[in-house]
């Protein structure tokens, strides 16, 4: 059974750091592409991350430069390291696992497929 | 970057209604489009992709169409367990979520 649980959430002040985990069962993370959405309170969804199974990384522009997404293939889990955070990074933290649709014009298309239960972030001072 | 605009933000409903999301994304994102519903307190979880495919159990009530820019999801005779918010996402490139429209009870 496919399963994502994150952890690392918690009280942080502005300015401050944190360090998102994601353990993987049922799947290898890097034979496939992983993301990482947030939700802040009472608002809709927010993608944020994404890393291909390539290695390749990629980040909306409201965390580019401050958020980094990475993995640990023997440890079969995806990080996120939040750094300079800002209290509008409050937000359930949520790592999915991505499925491949198909392939297109030589594109591979993945969508999301598995949410894990998330984790919160809270910036506050 | 593209933006996906979901109409309405709320619908009221009664349980049997016929029930039409529309999401529109500001440029073509072909077929790649998935819709996720979520329930208060709960993780999202994925019903459609590539437009109009079905997720393995997913009730047949759910069905998706469109393509391009323009895109809907119906439910044909909505259930007390539909009462959520759904959100369509492009995946065309990198990935964006519309905002969301609520389906509450009527």
């Known amino acids: 059974e496919v399963q994502l649980v994150e952890s690392g959430g918690g009280l942080i002040q502005p300015g401050g750091s944190l360090r998102l985990s994601c353990a993987a069962s049922g799947f290898t993370v890097s034979y496939t592409y992983m993301s990482w959405v947030r939700q802040a309170p009472g608002k809709g969804l927010e993608w944020i991350s994404l890393?291909?199974?390539?290695?390749?990384?990629y980040y909306a522009d409201s965390v580019k430069g401050r958020f980094t997404i990475s993995r640990d293939s023997s440890r079969n889990m995806i990080y996120l390291q939040m750094n300079s955070l800002r209290t509008e990074d409050t937000a359930i933290y949520y790592c999915v696992r991505e499925s491949l649709d198909d392939v297109w014009s030589g594109y591979h298309y993945y969508y999301i497929h598995v949410w894990g239960k998330g984790t919160t972030v809270t910036v506050s001072s | 970057d593209i933006q996906m605009t979901q109409s309405p933000s709320t619908l009221s409903a009664s349980v049997g209604d016929r029930v039409t999301i529309t999401c529109r994304a500001s440029q073509n994102v072909s077929h790649w489009l998935a819709w996720h519903q979520q329930k208060p307190g709960k993780v999202p979880k994925v019903l459609i992709y590539?437009?109009?495919s079905l997720e393995s159990g997913v009730p047949s009530r759910f069905s998706g169409s469109g393509s391009g820019t323009e895109f809907t999801l119906t439910i044909s005779s909505l259930q007390p367990d539909d009462f959520a918010t759904y959100y369509c996402q492009q995946y065309n490139s990198f990935r964006t979520f519309g905002q969301g429209t609520k389906v509450e009870v009527k």
């Open positions: 890393m291909y199974s390539a290695g390749n990384t």
């Open positions: 590539k437009a109009s």
